[in-house]
Nanobody, 119 residues
Framework: QVQLVESGGGLVQAGGSLKLSCAAS????????MAWFRQTPGKEREFVCS?????TYADSVKGRFTISRDNAKNTVYLQMNSLKPEDTAVYYC???????????????WGQGTQVTVSS
């Protein structure tokens, strides 16, 4: 069992930065792929990025967002720079035994944290 808790969301102006954190408790954090997804009302949950032995980014965030993890602290981070209004969403942290861009492959999810980017 893995429990995930996100933090760090908030309101920021376009062009600004935010850093999200996801603290994991439970077993075998280092043996799982970790990912960030985001969702806006009425839309499917969208892949943002993932990390394990490799890192993958959605094209929409490549060059602006950076995912990292600290296995000693059981924490994964998402540094978001050059934020745009279209980045506004609830951001979710997720864990999986697979490295994947599909939300259905992730079995553990956090509660989400709201990121709002004003224009």
């Amino acid at each position: 069992q893995v429990q995930l808790v996100e933090s760090g969301g908030g309101l920021v102006q376009a062009g600004g930065s935010l850093k999200l954190s996801c603290a994991a408790s439970g077993r075998a954090f280092s043996n799982r792929a970790m990912a960030w997804f985001r969702q806006t009302p009425g839309k499917e949950r969208e892949f943002v990025c993932s990390i394990w032995w490799s890192v993958t980014y959605a094209d929409s965030v490549k060059g602006r967002f950076t995912i990292s993890r600290d296995n000693a602290k059981n924490t994964v981070y998402l540094q978001m720079n050059s934020l745009k209004p279209e980045d506004t969403a609830v951001y979710y942290c997720a864990a999986s035994r697979l490295i994947s861009t599909r939300s259905s492959d992730y079995d553990y999810w956090g509660q989400g944290t709201q990121v709002t980017v004003s224009s």
